[in-house]
C-alpha cells in the first residue's frame, strides 16, 4: 500500500479530540468487553485490519477469549457464546456501523431497552460511532498492521 498523510502529525488538534472521545468512553458505565466487541465488530465490518489487530490483542489482554473473537463475525451462528446483552449490542453496532442499509431499527432499539439504561444505550451509540471514525481514519490513511 502507498504511504499516506499522518493525521496525528499534520492535524494534532483533531486527533486530541479523538483522543478526548477515547478517554470519554473509558470511564463509561459499559464494561471493557463490551467495548472491545464493539471496537472489533465494527472494524471487521469496515474491513480496518489496522483496528482488528489493535482490538483483538486489547480484548485478549481483557480477559475475552480466543474463541468468541474468532467467531465474532459470526456471532448469531453461535448465540450460546455471547450473552443477550452482548448480542443485541452487536446487532446495534452493526445497524449504526452499515447505517446507509437500514439505520438503527426500532426492533433492536427496544430490544436493548430491556438490558440498558437510556444512558447506556448513549454510551454504546458513542462506543460505536468513535470505533467507525477511527476505523475511516485508518482505512483512509493506509496505516500498518503493527506486528
Known amino acids: ?38 471496537k472489533i465488530r465494527s472494524s471487521q465490518l469496515n474491513n480496518c485490519a489496522y483496528c482488528i489487530n489493535m482490538h483483538t490483542k486489547d480484548a485478549l489482554t481483557h480477559g475475552e477469549t480466543q474463541q468468541r473473537i474468532f467467531l ?9 457464546l455471547y450473552t443477550p446483552q452482548e448480542q443485541v449490542t452487536l446487532e446495534l453496532t452493526e445497524e449504526v456501523t452499515l447505517i446507509h442499509r437500514q439505520g438503527l431499527r426500532t426492533e433492536t432499539y427496544q430490544k436493548a431497552l430491556k438490558y440498558f439504561s437510556e444512558n447506556e444505550i448513549a454510551q454504546l451509540l458513542m462506543a460505536v460511532v468513535t470505533i467507525n471514525s477511527w476505523n475511516r481514519i485508518a482505512v483512509s490513511t493506509h496505516l500498518p498492521v503493527e506486528g
Not at 496525528?8 to 458505565?29: D, I, N
Not at 465474532?72 to 450460546?80: F, G, I, N, Q, T
Request: positive net charge; without cysteine; glycine residues 4%.
Open 72 to 80: 465474532l463475525s459470526a456471532w448469531r451462528e453461535a448465540p450460546d
Open 1 to 38: 500500500m502507498e504511504k499516506r498523510i499522518n493525521i496525528q502529525t499534520l492535524e494534532p488538534q483533531a486527533y486530541k479530540a479523538m483522543l478526548g472521545l477515547e478517554g470519554y468512553l473509558s470511564k463509561v458505565a459499559i464494561s471493557k468487553t463490551l467495548k472491545e466487541l464493539i
